[in-house]
């Protein structure tokens, strides 16, 4: 961590990124809390998320996008895009501008979406490919790390202040990282688009990579199932704390607060795990640790819930960096853009389903039973990356990282390096 943060570029999106994520993790949960209280309905609350979702279906737009202009530059009009629409809540004031909330939801998921995917290939161009894992744990460290304060802070402003300070203050972090991003100095060489090639065909890239890439395949497949068992989560903890607990749905914060601890430690391990076995290896194991806290959760006590989201925590960091590292180094990096918008298309499709299942089914069917569903599919998921995520990764030997400098080696264009062999393992 150290070493990333003697480059100077890291070092500013890392100040960026670090505020903009406490305001995500504080108005995440705020949407849900506040459509709950406008409604009274556990299935509202958990349909904010399905919004939040939806986006996922057009991603490949916005990879385009990321494909065809500076990934830098998409990144700065998304935040100040994603901070004029927070500031649309500001109007919310009763159940009749409920789809205020929905529509800053999908905003809000647009920019998560479409911000991540540039965000992982502009790492790509910034730093060398041994500094990738540990970058991308960095950054996933402080952002789950957050889940210590950032729920607990958002719940805490909404219960004080409500809503509209809430999202005051998340639109601020946007604008910051927004300055961050201006005062970079990433080399990027300028997109040079394929010159006759087919509109569908720039579309459909980043799913034929995928597809025919079989380690980027093999964990499309890993993670689409756990996502299918995981959008229930979103409806079902507010029957936990609800009916299970009996506690307020602010209760919601605390838990996500001890996410974050199973988050802070999963972050940092993971930074290990993959120096020493790759990033292929830890995801069955992973995927077990959030099937584990999907299981525990079903116990009517408050202590071991939250004994669940450490260990759901824990588990989810670490998948999500070991799939973003494989992609970032199984993809051309002309590409990646595309790929990553392909592959949250390919998770978000299922997951949205999901959402939506659980807000449906979650005000007649027991949570227990929602619990039980979602500790299968998760086990499953693990089962199969156990069998198939098995072959060795190449070993990221970040061990005594020397200092990254500001610049690339002369005449490095990223855009230009060639495409990693289809069947690369």
Sequence with gaps: ????????????????????????????????????????????????????????????????????????????????????????????????????????????????VTFQSARSALLHTMLPERALGQANGSLSTVRESLRLIGPAAGAGLYAWLGGHSTAVLDAATFVISAIALLAMRVPEAKPRPTPGEPFTAQISSGLTHIRSTPILRAAAICVVTAMLALGLAESVFFAVVDQGLHKPVTFLGILQSAMGVGAITGGVLITMLIRRTGE???????????AVGSALSMVPNAWVVALAQVSIGAGLPITVVCIT????????????????????????????????????????????????????GLGLAALYALVRLREPAAPSELGDLPVLDDERPAGFHVLEQPAVVANQK
């Design 1 to 112: 961590m150290r070493e990333l943060l003697r480059h100077r570029d890291f070092r500013l999106l890392m100040i960026g990124q670090t505020l903009s994520m406490f305001g995500d993790t504080a108005m995440l949960l705020t949407l849900g809390m506040w459509a709950k209280d406008l409604s009274g309905s556990n299935a509202v609350a958990g349909s904010v998320f399905v919004a939040l979702g939806l986006p996922t279906l057009l991603a490949p737009l916005g990879g385009l996008i990321i494909d065809r202009f500076r990934r830098r530059h998409v990144m700065i009009v998304v935040d100040l895009v994603t901070a004029v629409a927070l500031l649309g809540l500001l109007f919310v004031h009763d159940r009749g501008d409920l789809w205020i909330i929905y529509a800053v939801a999908a905003v809000y998921g647009a920019s998560l």
């Design 280 to 290: 292929q290896r830890p995801v069955a194991v992973a995927l077990g640790l959030v």
């Design 325 to 376: 590292t494989l992609l970032q180094r199984h993809t051309p990096a002309a590409i990646q853009g595309r790929v990553f918008t392909t592959f949250e298309t390919l998770i978000g499709l299922p997951q949205v389903a999901s959402i939506a299942a659980g807000a449906a089914l979650v005000g007649f069917v027991d949570f227990h039973i929602l619990l039980g569903v979602m500790t299968a």
